[in-house]
Every structure is written in structure tokens, then in C-alpha cells.
T-cell receptor, first 114, second 115 residues
Framework: AQSVSQHNHHVILSEAASLELGCNYS??????LFWYVQYPGQHLQLLLK??????LVKGIKGFEAEFIKSKFSFNLRKPSVQWSDTAEYFC????????????FGQGTTLQVKP | GAGVSQTPSNKVTEKGKYVELRCDPI?????LYWYRQSLGQGPEFLIY????????DSGLPNDRFFAVRPEGSVSTLKIQRTERGDSAVYLC?????????????FGQGTRLTVV
């Protein structure tokens, strides 16, 4: 069965610090990969996605993620965080042709101090 | 509406009662998903509809849970004989075809508390 693991449960950073959130998945076949963000009081929204092609994908608000197939990883990065990036971040995977259901990691809470 | 709408936003019910949670997807989206998110966890898949039919209900935890989408638009998640362990946020998402290659848009969820 597919699973997703996010290594950091709670991250605290100061503004302008760099961010990297780890995500590993277990699935032997081709996968689609996603990062979702949930700002306080808001719904889950897509940050970025990887389906195929360039393994370095850029999303909204300056976020990017790199798919490393050999490591089954899809880490999220941002060079300089802002207070407004305080949120919960979820990595998710689905298998093409498998109804599109998403398997989520347990989430990482990011707190950015002003 | 502009996004996925879920009602009610909060529901408190007594153990053993029956509840219905409603999801109104984005107009034109044929795929609809239900997820459940417990405290400190990521969302867990419950059921997927393509049109009116449940194409994948492998995530429903037991036969107390049931969902319908009779006209291929609004969906209702039904929970019978609620238990305290059912307390969670229930999320609905919709996408244009299925979320295989297209983005799934999430509602704000219904927070269910069973007391």
C-alpha cells in the first residue's frame, strides 16, 4: 500500500530563513506528487504538483519542490520564508489511473516568527 | 458557487445518533472525494464518486458510513450510530475529471464532534 511520510511535524523559523520540508513516499510505480497548504482557518489549497518532466517544480508564493525518484522523495523548499507562510503543509501522492485518490502525509506545522 | 461548499461547518452530536454531512462541489466537476482528517493527521481517503456512482469506497471504515450523490452534483456523507471515534474533520474535494492529473479543490470541511 502507498504511504507518505513527512519527517518534520513542527518547524519554527524566523522570517527570511530558508525552509525545507521533507517528504518520502512508498510506492514502486509511477506517481503524481503534490504539496498542499492549509492556512489558519482556511481550506486546503494546492501549492504545487509534479506529474512528469522536469523534476524541479515551482509553485505559488515562491515555493518549489524537487522530485528525486531514486530517493522516493519530494521535498518542499523556499529560500526565504515570510510570517504569512505560517500554515500546515501536507505532502500527498496518487498513482496514475487509480481514481485520483490522494494519500497524504501527516502534515508539518510551520510557524514563522516575525 | 466559486468553491466547494460543505455544510454544516460544525456539528455536535450525541453518541449513537445519525448525522448527514453535505458537500456541494464546484459546478461541472464530475469527480467528488470525501476525506476524514483526525487531529494531528493528514486527510484519509474515504470514498470517490465519478458522476453519480461510487467508483471507489475502499476507505469507508465500516458499514456505519455511507455516501450518496444521486444527481451527480451534491453529495451527502451519512454516518449511523455515531461513535466518539468518528469525531474528526470531514473534507470534501472535487475535480474536473478525476484528481489523477487535475487539481482537487477542497472545501473547508465539517468538524464533527461526537459527545
Amino acid at each position: 500500500a502507498q504511504s507518505v511520510s513527512q519527517h518534520n511535524h513542527h518547524v519554527i523559523l524566523s522570517e527570511a530563513a530558508s525552509l525545507e520540508l521533507g517528504c518520502n513516499y512508498s510506492y514502486g510505480g509511477t506517481v503524481n506528487l503534490f504539496w498542499y497548504v492549509q492556512y489558519p482557518g482556511q481550506h486546503l489549497q494546492l501549492l504545487l504538483k509534479y506529474f512528469s518532466g522536469d523534476p524541479l517544480v515551482k509553485g505559488i508564493k515562491g515555493f518549489e519542490a524537487e522530485f528525486i525518484k531514486s530517493k522516493f522523495s519530494f521535498n518542499l523548499r523556499k529560500p526565504s520564508v515570510q510570517w504569512s507562510d505560517t500554515a500546515e503543509y501536507f505532502c500527498a501522492v496518487n498513482a496514475p489511473g487509480n481514481t485520483g485518490k490522494l494519500i497524504f502525509g501527516q502534515g508539518t506545522t510551520l510557524q514563522v516568527k516575525p | 458557487g466559486a468553491g466547494v461548499s460543505q455544510t454544516p461547518s460544525n456539528k455536535v452530536t450525541e453518541k449513537g445518533k445519525y448525522v448527514e454531512l453535505r458537500c456541494d462541489p464546484i459546478s461541472g466537476h464530475t469527480a467528488l472525494y470525501w476525506y476524514r482528517q483526525s487531529l494531528g493527521q493528514g486527510p484519509e481517503f474515504l470514498i470517490y464518486f465519478q458522476g453519480t456512482g461510487a467508483a471507489d469506497d475502499s476507505g469507508l471504515p465500516n458499514d456505519r458510513f455511507f455516501a450518496v450523490r444521486p444527481e451527480g452534483s451534491v453529495s451527502t456523507l451519512k454516518i449511523q450510530r455515531t461513535e466518539r471515534g468518528d469525531s474528526a474533520v470531514y473534507l470534501c474535494a472535487s475535480s474536473l475529471v478525476d484528481a489523477d492529473r487535475t487539481e482537487a479543490f477542497f472545501g473547508q470541511g465539517t468538524r464533527l464532534t461526537v459527545v
